[in-house]
C-alpha cells in the first residue's frame, strides 16, 4: 500500500521534470505549462523571466537545484525497474542537445564521490537486455526491457553529445576518481551488439534498441576520441564485422525467410533495415575520423566486399531514382521510410562511407570511377552530390567528405559568376575572407530561391532575369531605330530603293536561317565561338526562342516601318517595351528578395518581413523602377497637359543608355571617369580659379580686345563681350578653352606696334600654356591613368584566377613541377570554391547534434569569431604533402627497418654470450675441483705440475671452442702462437660490461 503509493509519487514527479523540458508540446501549451510549473517549484523567479525561458535555460535551473545529483542518487539505489526507468528519462531531458552544464555536472559528481555502484547498474542493465538479442524464448526480455535497453543507451549518448572528450574517455575508464572499480561502458555497449547471428535476432521490438546502440557508438568515437575508436576496433568482440557484415552488407529483408529455420516468426520491415544500413555507415565514418593513417581504414576494409558495397548502391537507388530530383516533401516518419528518396539518402551515405575507404583502396576507387557500366548513372549523380574539401586541424590538414546540401542547388548562376569575379583580394593575396564575408548573402538567397520555386510562375519569371535583359536591350535599339529612320511619324511610306529594301530582308532572312542551321547542327560551336556576354546570355538555357524571336521581330518591325506603319509600329513597340520593363523590375526585386528581408522575433516565432526602407535604398530597384517610367513617358507623353505633342518617342533615347550596364567594356571606359572623380573634379576647380583670375586680368586690362564677331538676321557685326566681369568671365570659360590656342584666339588681334602688344602676347601665352596645354591634360591623363589602372587590375585578376588557387593561394607553378594538369584538378576537385561553399551551407542547416568532429570544430570556430579562417588550408594541399612525404615515408621505412634488423642481431648476440659465460662458469668449477682432489692426494713437482696445467688446459679447450663456436669472428680472443688458450683472460673479458 504505502510503497506502492510511494514509488507511483515519485514516478509521478519524475515525469513531471521531465515534462517540464519536453519539446513535443506546441510553443503557446508549452510557455503555459511551463509557467504554471515553474510558479509552484520556482516561485522567485519573476513571471516575465518564467514566460521566457527556453528548455536550455530550465535545465540548468533543475541542474543547478540539484537534479543531476538526484539523477545519480536513484539510480544507484533504486531497484524498481519504473522508478529506474523514470530516472533515465529525467537524465535524457536534462542532458537533450548535450547540454555543457548539465553534462560539467555529472561529471564533477562522478570524480568527487564514489560512483561505482551508477555505472555497475549501468553496466549490468546492458548486460540484461542484451538476452533479447540472442533469441531465447525462455529468457527474452519483455518489452519494456527493449525500452530500458533504449533509454540507457540514449542516457550515455547525451553524455558524450556535442563531442565531449572528458565523458568520452571516462565512460571507457573511469580514472582519476573515488570509484574502487572500472566500468568499460564502450565495450559493454559493443558486446551488446556481439551475438551470434545478430541479424537474425533482429525484431520489431529491438530494432529501436539496437539503433540507439548505433547511435551511441558512433557518439562514441566521433571527435575524435581514438581510444574508443580502438577499442571499438581492436578488441575480440569483432564490432567492426558485426556492423559490416551482419548489419551494412547484410540483405535485412531476407531476414525472416532465414529465421524461419530457427522456428522463429522475424518481421521485419525495409524502412528499418534502411535505418540500420545508414547508422551502420555513420558508425563506421566515425570509427576512422581524423585517422592520419590507413590502419583503421584497412581494418574496416577487411570486413567488406568491395563489389558487393558497390552493388548495393545500385540496389538501394537504381538509375531510376537517381533522376527522380528532389524531394518533394519530408516523409510523415521521423525515422524514414522505404520510398525511393530515403532508399537515395541511404545509399548516399554509404557512398560517403565508400569514397572514405577509397582513398585507402585503389580497387575500390576504381570501382567507383567506372566509366561505363549499369552503375554508371547512380555513381555519377552520387559524384555531383559529394564534396570533398580540406581543413587545417591540430596542426595538420584533414579530408572532410559530405553529402552537398540540397539546398545548394537553388543558387543562381549569376551569382555564381558574381562571386567567381568579383571576390576581392587582401593583403597576403587570399580571397578567403572576402569570399566568406559574402557566403550570408548567398545561403539567404538559396532559401529565397528554394521557397520561391513554391510559386511556378514567379520562378519562371525570376528564373528568365537575363531574357527580359537581353530583350529590353534589343527593344530599345529597335525602337530608336525606327524613331531615327521615320521620325515625324506621319504614316508615309520611307523613300528607299527597292533594292535596297530587298537586300536588307535578304541579310535578315540569311542570317536567321544560318544561325538555326549552326546552332541546331553544332552545338559545339557555341564553345569555339568568342565569349561575348551578349552571345553567352542569348544562347544560354534556351537560346534558340529568344535569338530567333529577336530576329524576327526586328525583321517584321522594319517591314513594316518601310511600308509606312511607322505609328502603329512605334505603339505595339512601346507597350511591350513597357511590359518588358515591368517583368523586368519583378524579376529583380525577386531574384534579390533575400537581401531585402528582416527578421523579426514575436510570440510566434521567428519570421521574416519586408523591409520597404531597405527596398528602395538598393539602387538596382531604383534603376529599374526608372526605366520602367521612362518607358511609360514614351507611351503617355501625348496624354499629359503641358507637354509638346509627338515628342514622346524621344523618351526611348535615354534607354540606349542601358548598355552601359549590360557591357563591361563599356563599365570600365565610365569607371575610368568616376573612379577618380574628385581628382578630376579638384582639377576642374583649380581650372575654374584660373579662368576666373585671367577673366579679371582680361577686364581690367584688355577689355577692349573682347570683340565678338556675330551673326544676326541684319548681317555680321561686332560686339563687345567684356563689358561686365561676368560677360569677360563667361566669354573665357565658352570660347577661351574651346578654342585650340585659347583665348588668343578669340581676343582682337593686336599689331607690334600696340602699346599693350606685349602683355598681350603673355597674356594669350599664360592662357595657353596653363589651361589648355597643362590643366586639360591633367584631367584627361587622371582618365587615361585611371584607364589603364582598371585594365591593369583586370589583368591581374584574371591571372590571380588562372594561375592561383583560390583557397590556398598557391601557385601554379609549384603544381605543374609534380604533373600536367595537377593544377586543374587540385582547383576543381581537391580546393574547389564551391565545395567550401556547400560545407558552410552545411553548417547552416545540419542539426548540430549530427555534427561529425570536422564538423563541430569548423562550427565552434565561427560561432566564437566569425571571421576566425584559421580552418581553411592556407598555402598548403594535401597532394603536395603527400607527394613530399613519399621520399620521407620510404626513408622512415628503410630506417625501421634496418633498426628492426640491428635489434634482432643485438638480441641474438646477447643470448650467445649469456650461454658462453655459462659454460665458462662450470667449466671453472670443474678446474677447481680438480686441481683441489690432485693437492689433496699428492704434492705436486716441478714436471707433473706443468704437465698437469698442459692437461687441464687441454682439457678445457675443446670445450672452450665448442661454447665459442657461435660466436662472430670479431669477438674470439686469438691465442699466442706457442701457448695454451688463455681461459681465464676470456673469461674475465666475457664478464666485463
Known amino acids: 500500500g504505502d510503497g506502492d503509493d510511494t514509488r507511483r509519487l ?206 551511441t557508438l558512433t557518439e562514441y568515437c566521433q571527435g575524435p576520441c581514438v581510444d574508443n575508436q580502438d577499442c571499438l576496433a581492436s578488441h575480440e568482440s569483432n564490432g567492426l564485422d558485426i556492423i559490416t557484415k551482419e548489419l551494412l552488407l547484410s540483405n535485412l529483408s531476407e531476414v525472416g525467410h532465414r529465421s524461419s529455420a530457427l522456428k522463429r516468426t522475424v518481421a521485419l520491415r525495409e524502412e528499418h533495415g534502411l535505418q540500420l544500413k545508414r547508422l551502420s555507415a555513420i558508425l563506421l565514418l566515425s570509427v576512422m575520423e581524423s585517422r592520419q593513417d590507413n590502419a583503421m581504414a584497412e581494418r574496416v576494409l577487411r570486413a567488406i566486399d568491395r563489389h558487393a558495397l558497390v552493388a548495393m548502391l545500385a540496389d538501394l537507388c537504381p538509375a531510376a ?99 567567381y569575379l568579383e571576390t576581392d583580394v587582401d593583403e597576403q593575396g587570399s580571397k578567403v ?63 528607299l530603293y527597292p533594292s535596297l529594301q530587298w537586300a536588307l530582308f535578304s541579310w535578315l532572312a540569311v542570317t536567321c536561317i544560318a544561325s538555326a542551321t549552326v546552332l541546331q547542327l553544332l552545338p559545339d560551336l557555341r ?49 511591350l517595351q513597357f511590359v518588358n520593363s515591368a517583368m523586368l523590375l519583378v524579376s529583380h526585386v525577386s531574384h534579390n528578395m533575400s537581401h531585402f528581408m528582416l527578421q523579426k522575433i514575436d510570440e510566434d516565432g521567428q519570421r521574416s518581413v519586408l523591409s520597404v526602407k531597405q ?132 581676343l582682337r588681334p593686336t599689331a607690334p606696334t600696340d602699346a599693350h602688344h606685349s602683355s598681350r602676347v603673355l597674356f594669350d601665352m599664360a592662357f595657353f600654356f596653363l589651361m589648355i596645354v597643362i590643366n586639360m591634360n591633367l584631367i584627361l591623363g587622371i582618365i587615361i591613368d585611371t584607364f589603364a589602372d582598371l585594365r591593369k587590375e583586370k589583368q591581374d585578376k584574371d591571372d590571380l584566377r588562372r594561375n592561383s588557387c583560390f583557397i590556398c593561394g598557391l601557385q601554379r607553378q609549384i603544381f605543374d613541377s609534380k604533373g600536367a594538369s595537377i593544377f586543374e584538378r587540385h582547383c576543381k576537385e581537391e580546393h574547389s570554391l564551391w565545395s567550401y561553399v556547400n560545407f558552410v551551407v552545411l553548417l547552416r542547416t545540419k542539426d548540430q547534434t549530427e555534427f561529425t568532429g570536422q564538423e563541430s570544430y569548423v562550427s565552434s570556430l565561427l560561432a566564437e569569431n566569425p571571421t576566425n579562417l584559421t580552418w581553411f588550408p592556407r598555402l598548403m594541399a594535401m597532394s603536395l604533402k603527400e607527394d613530399s612525404g613519399h621520399d620521407e615515408h620510404d626513408l622512415l621505412r628503410r630506417l625501421a627497418e634496418q633498426l628492426e634488423k640491428a635489434t634482432a642481431a643485438t638480441e641474438d648476440l646477447s643470448g650467445r654470450l649469456l650461454q658462453l659465460q655459462q659454460n665458462m662458469a662450470v667449466q671453472r668449477k670443474e678446474a677447481t675441483r680438480t686441481d683441489m682432489q690432485q693437492k689433496q692426494a699428492e704434492r705436486p713437482g716441478p714436471a707433473s705440475s706443468s704437465s698437469s696445467q698442459n692437461h687441464r688446459d687441454a682439457t678445457a679447450g675443446p670445450s672452450l671452442a665448442a661454447a665459442t663456436g657461435g660466436v662472430p669472428q670479431e669477438l674470439q680472443i686469438p691465442p699466442r702462437a706457442g701457448s695454451p688458450i688463455p681461459t681465464r683472460r676470456a673469461l674475465d673479458l666475457l664478464k666485463a660490461p
Open 433 to 495: 575572407p572576402d569570399l566568406y564575408r559574402r557566403i550570408g548573402d548567398l545561403f539567404e538567397e538559396m532559401k529565397w530561391q528554394k521557397d520561391l520555386k513554391n510559386h511556378p510562375w514567379m520562378f519562371a519569371l525570376t528564373e528568365r532575369y537575363h531574357v527580359w535583359r537581353t530583350l529590353a536591350l534589343v527593344l530599345s535599339g529597335l525602337l530608336n531605330l525606327v524613331v531615327a529612320l521615320a521620325f515625324p511619324f506621319d504614316n508615309s511610306p520611307i523613300p
Open 615 to 746: 527596398l528602395f535604398a538598393d539602387s538596382g530597384v531604383l534603376y529599374r523602377a526608372c526605366y520602367a517610367l521612362v518607358c511609360l513617358l514614351g507611351l503617355v507623353h501625348d496624354l499629359l497637359p503641358g507637354f509638346t505633342e509627338g515628342y514622346g518617342p524621344f523618351w526611348y533615347s535615354i534607354l540606349l543608355f542601358d548598355i552601359v550596364l549590360y557591357n563591361p567594356t563599356l563599365r570600365n571606359v565610365i569607371q575610368s571617369v568616376t573612379r577618380n572623380g574628385k581628382s578630376i573634379l579638384l582639377t576642374a576647380l583649380f581650372a575654374l580659379i584660373l579662368v576666373y583670375m585671367f577673366s579679371i586680368a582680361g577686364f581690367l586690362f584688355f577689355q577692349d580686345d573682347f570683340v565678338l564677331d556675330v551673326t544676326t538676321s541684319e548681317g555680321e557685326r561686332e560686339e563687345h563681350a567684356c563689358s561686365t566681369l561676368l560677360e569677360c568671365i563667361v566669354t573665357t570659360l565658352n570660347h577661351g578653352l574651346r578654342s585650340g590656342g585659347g583665348i588668343g584666339d578669340v
Open 321 to 419: 531514382a537517381a533522376a527522380a530530383g528532389d524531394r518533394p516533401a519530408p516523409c510523415d516518419d521521423e525515422e524514414g521510410c522505404a520510398c525511393v528518396f530515403c532508399k537515395r539518402d541511404v545509399a548516399h551515405s554509404v557512398y560517403v562511407l565508400a569514397i572514405t575507404l577509397s582513398h585507402a583502396d585503389k580497387e575500390l576507387a576504381a570501382l567507383l570511377s567506372a566509366e561505363d557500366g549499369p552503375l554508371r548513372p547512380t555513381l555519377a549523380f552520387f559524384a555531383r552530390n559529394t564534396d570533398e574539401i580540406e581543413i587545417f586541424r591540430n596542426a595538420r590538414l584533414e579530408k572532410v567528405v559530405f553529402p552537398v546540401p540540397p539546398l545548394c542547388r537553388f543558387l543562381t548562376e549569376e551569382s555564381r559568376t558574381q562571386l
Open 527 to 575: 564553345a569555339r565561338l568568342p565569349r561575348h556576354r551578349i552571345f553567352n546570355v542569348v544562347t544560354a538555357s534556351r537560346p534558340r526562342p529568344l535569338l530567333y524571336g529577336s530576329v524576327l521581330l526586328v525583321a517584321l518591325a522594319l517591314h513594316l516601318t518601310f511600308l509606312g506603319h511607322v505609328a502603329l509600329v512605334g505603339a505595339l513597340l512601346g507597350v
Open 10 to 215: 515519485r514516478v509521478s514527479m519524475l515525469n513531471v521534470l521531465c515534462k517540464m523540458m519536453t519539446p513535443d508540446l506546441t510553443p503557446r501549451e508549452l510557455r503555459t505549462f511551463r509557467t504554471r510549473i515553474l510558479s509552484i517549484y520556482f516561485p522567485g523567479t519573476s513571471e516575465r523571466a518564467r514566460v521566457g525561458m527556453t528548455a536550455a535555460q530550465i535545465q540548468c535551473l533543475l541542474d543547478n537545484s540539484g537534479a543531476s545529483q538526484l539523477v545519480i542518487d536513484l539510480t544507484m539505489r533504486s531497484e524498481d525497474i519504473h522508478i529506474f526507468y523514470e530516472t533515465i528519462r529525467l537524465g535524457i531531458a536534462l542532458l537533450e542537445d548535450g547540454n555543457t552544464q548539465v553534462q560539467q555536472s555529472f561529471h564533477s559528481a562522478f570524480v568527487t564521490s564514489d560512483s561505482t555502484r551508477f555505472f555497475e547498474k549501468l553496466s549490468s542493465k546492458i548486460s540484461q537486455c542484451s538476452w533479447d538479442l540472442r533469441g531465447d524464448d525462455e529468457r527474452e526480455a519483455a518489452s519494456d526491457e527493449h525500452a530500458v535497453a533504449k533509454h540507457v543507451f540514449r542516457f550515455l549518448q547525451l553524455f558524450c553529445e556535442n563531442h565531449n572528450l572528458q565523458m568520452q574517455n571516462f565512460l571507457r575508464a573511469q580514472s582519476g576518481c573515488k570509484n574502487k572499480m572500472s566500468y568499460n561502458l564502450v565495450l559493454q555497449t559493443v558486446k551488446y551488439l556481439d551475438q551470434f547471428g545478430l541479424s537474425l535476432c533482429l525484431t520489431e521490438k529491438n530494432i529501436s534498441s539496437v539503433s540507439q546502440a548505433l547511435c
